[in-house]
């Protein structure tokens, strides 16, 4: 007791108590031995565990493990000793409050704040896990902040170590609120504990919040082990979905699915902090475009160029912007007032004004400062086409250009942001255009390194521009955009984001502008490049992959095709362009019409995605059709395969393969844990699988195993014709009929070097209508087998 405590333990003379929590009083000491103050931490050692020696030798081997830690983001322990019956342990005196103090007094932290603070504690953690040490109880107030605003982790799970004796090896240790789902259980100490306590720490640190506060604690337990954790919404405007999506992993409650460990999660919130997409193109490709812009000034028309389109977005972006203003800008140049009034009486802009448009100033006026600009931004780049040697080609790049603008402002479902996505999208491939403009020769090349060879893939469009020119494509197009004065966000839509897009709607405006950017010129770019009787189907799977993304369904991105489409062609036929009936632009002013030949449809689907009714299970293709869809998606894998791939892409296209050809509900792949014991949903195509999938869960060690968990221990091919039959549901786990309510399913398990690797399930809502025959399941078997290779590349 405090009471009875002397002024002196060992050499350390106590000068005043810090703080006391349930297991340890903690007190500001002097040493006098190295003259200095330290921290001493005194453990409550009442009870019958105070003299079992036991329980002390643990307490001083986990001491000297956790003393043996030096980090800079770790308080270190100097010593641990036994005094007149008191057990203590001795740290390094940190000034500071704690986390938790800093998060009561506020003011709230921004989202790189709270970052910066949990990289902090992610190194700490990382180098206490490979020393073997678990923290077990972390949380705000166990994490100090010194003078400069350093995380130290202190209180190294020491405490929680010393009243889990060998007798009770499942008691559950940890703070309710912070403790993992595995660890509520009272699960072995793993590292992955500690990942989800700090993924619930930053949660808290973005939204204000604690994630899961009860003021009954063994509620808060329960809760973990059974509900999962989401960030709140409405956070602030710097937590974008990529952060959020960090988050919400380390959150997850299935270990499987959360960060691997503390490394991993560190390296995601380090790139998200500071990402390494956007390289400073000032710093690394200024003397590049310095020789490119010397190039471009001594054709005669660049300069004039870049004053008009500096001076009409100097003036759409100026605080005393007038219509007169815009007005007497354009009307500088006869031909571009000319050009712009025969636009603006189209039929697309005729109904804003009740009748012809006879002056710019009327223009701004019916249609509005920033779609007058775009139109003028637009014709501007157009009159500079005029009177070269390779014209036609510059024309077909520029309604390229306008397809892809229209395409983005009829996507983009935030009205005040249409004229915006228009701009984003126009000048998306800035840099290829004005590279056909000024250096044609080098355009071809590009193109040339960019088209499929025989003898070897064809280089990225990305690629092949950086080696004929020196930089990217996207790099140039940046680079003259900053010497044109067009705005940051402006800059950001010319760049293209990687990878796949997102599974759920992108909510930051920012990106979403990027993300429209990319579709509508990938969709411009695949209309000009597809024979017409491919584009229709290319066009829906394109809309497929980024219909979630952007909160759409498949039809908007066709009406979008559409509604640009007789824009174009008015506009078109206002400007006087001209097309010779072999030109490529041509397919950019057709109707996109579906093909009956056309089976790409089939082969280019999204994931997680909801198909169309007249896909709908209950319909499956003829026995030929199903073989043949099946072969096609066969070499369409095996020829991705050849190259580099991505192991997602892979087996999205194996299932989606399988869903079409034989008329399923729905496909999902499974795939084991890191312990071997479980396989859990991942991915699927169908009915509703974003919400199915992580239900899908088989129990490997269980004894005895149900009916999915013998078929892939054996790695035996199943077919349930039905589930209701009493000796199959006696062996099937409730899932399948509560939550799937399958009544035929086809099992195909994955088994590597002996030992199952995944699964992949599919499902039908009726009794028999899964029929395969012998060609069928053979090639099933190859798409499994593909599965399995593809797992094989990947980690070779």
């Keep these: ?272 902090l500071r990402p390494a997409t956007e390289p400073d193109a000032d710093a690394q490709d200024a003397p590049v475009l310095d020789f490119l812009l010397r190039r471009m000034r001594h054709k005669s028309d660049f300069p004039a160029l870049s004053e008009a389109m500096a001076r009409i977005q100097r003036l759409t972006q100026s605080e005393h912007e007038s219509l007169a203003s815009l007005s007497n800008e354009i009307l500088k140049d006869v031909a571009l007032t000319q050009k712009l009034l025969r636009l603006v009486n189209t039929a697309a802009y005729r109904h804003t004004g009740g009748g012809g448009i006879s002056t710019v100033s009327r223009a701004v006026a019916l249609i509005g400062f920033a779609g007058i600009r775009n139109l003028a931004l637009s014709l501007v780049l157009l009159e500079r086409m005029e009177n070269k040697g390779h014209a036609q080609r510059l024309r077909e790049d520029f309604l390229r250009s306008l397809m892809a603008a229209s395409v983005a402002r009829e996507l983009c479902t935030v009205e005040r942001e249409a004229e915006e996505a228009f701009l984003g999208a126009m000048l998306h491939h800035l840099g290829r255009t004005l590279t056909e403009f000024y250096f044609p020769e080098e355009a071809e090349t590009v193109r040339r390194l960019a088209s499929p060879v025989d003898d070897g893939p064809a280089l990225s469009e990305a690629t092949a521009s950086a080696q004929v020119l020196g930089m990217s494509y996207e790099a140039l197009g940046l680079g003259v955009a900053r010497q044109w004065g067009l705005p940051d966000s402006l800059q950001r839509a010319m760049r293209r984001p990687p990878g796949e897009p997102p599974l759920r709607r992108v909510e930051d405006p920012a990106e ?181 999938a992580p239900l899908l869960r088989v129990d490997l060690t269980a004894q005895p195993p149900d009916l999915l968990a013998a078929v892939c221990l054996k790695g035996a091919d199943t077919l349930i014709q039905d589930a209701r039959a009493p000796n199959i549901a006696a062996r099937l786990p409730a899932w399948v009929g509560d939550e799937m309510q399958a009544q035929s399913f086809l099992l195909l398990p994955l088994v590597l070097k002996g030992a199952p690797l995944g699964l992949i399930y599919a499902d039908h809502p009726r009794a028999g209508a899964v029929a395969l025959d012998d060609k069928q399941l053979s090639l099933l078997r190859t798409l499994r087998n593909q599965a399995v290779m593809a797992f094989r590349q990947a980690a070779g």
């Excluded at 989401?230 to 699915?257: F, K, M, N, W, Y």
């Excluded at 009714?613 to 991705?640: F, K, W």
């Design 1 to 272: 007791m405090v009471d009875e405590l002397p002024p002196q333990l060992g050499r350390f003379r106590l000068l005043k108590r810090l703080g006391e929590g349930a297991q340890a009083m903690v007190w500001l000491a002097h040493d006098p031995l190295l003259d200095r103050e330290v921290a001493l931490k005194l453990l409550k050692m009442e009870g019958p565990d105070a003299s079992e020696a036991g329980t002390l030798d643990e307490w001083l081997h986990e001491a000297r493990a956790v003393s043996r830690l030096t980090h800079p983001n770790i308080v270190p322990v100097f010593e641990a000793d036994m005094q007149a019956g008191h057990a203590y342990l001795v740290f390094e005196y940190v000034s500071g409050g704690t986390l938790s103090q800093r998060l009561r007094a506020g003011p709230p932290l921004t989202a790189a704040e709270a970052v910066t603070i949990m990289l902090g504690v992610l190194d700490g953690l990382t180098a206490a896990h490979a020393a073997g040490i678990v923290h077990r109880d972390l949380k705000p107030s166990n994490i100090l902040l010194d003078a400069r605003g350093r995380p130290r982790v202190m209180d190294f799970g020491i405490a929680a170590r010393v009243s889990s004796g060998a007798a009770a090896p499942a008691r559950i240790i940890g703070t309710p609120g912070y403790i993992s789902p595995e660890a509520a259980a009272g699960a072995a100490p793993h590292p992955q504990m500690d990942v989800f306590a700090a993924a619930v720490m930053l949660a808290e640190m973005l939204s204000g919040q604690r994630l899961n506060h009860d003021t009954d604690p063994w509620r808060a337990v329960q809760r973990v082990r059974t509900t999962d954790l989401v960030l709140p919404s409405g956070l602030g405007s710097d937590v974008d979905d990529a952060l959020r999506s960090i988050v919400q992993r380390g959150l997850a409650r299935d270990p499987a699915a959360r960060w691997a460990g503390a490394r991993q999660l560190h390296d995601a919130l380090a790139a998200w």
């Design 512 to 692: 979403r502008q990027r993300w429209l950017a990319r579709v509508a010129n990938d969709m411009a770019d695949l209309i000009l490049n597809t024979p017409p009787e491919q584009a229709h189907a290319r066009v829906r799977a394109l809309a497929q992959r980024h219909a979630r993304a952007l909160g759409l369904g498949v039809e908007a991105f066709e009406k979008a095709a559409d509604t640009a489409r007789q824009r174009l062609t008015q506009a078109t036929e206002a400007l006087e362009l001209r097309l010779p009936q072999h030109s490529k632009a041509q397919r950019l002013l057709a109707p996109l019409q579906p093909s009956v030949q056309d089976s790409l449809a089939q082969l280019e689907l999204a994931p997680t995605m909801v198909l169309d009714r007249h896909d709908a299970p209950g319909q499956p293709q003829g026995a030929a059709a199903a073989s043949e869809l099946l072969a096609a998606g066969i070499q369409e894998i095996t020829d991705t395969m050849v190259h580099s791939f991505q192991l997602n892409a892979v087996l999205r296209m194996i299932l989606e393969t399988m869903y079409r050809a034989l008329g399923l509900r729905r496909v999902i792949f499974c795939l084991r844990d890191a312990r071997g014991q479980m396989l859990s949903g991942r991915l699927g195509v169908g009915d509703d699988v974003e919400r199915l």
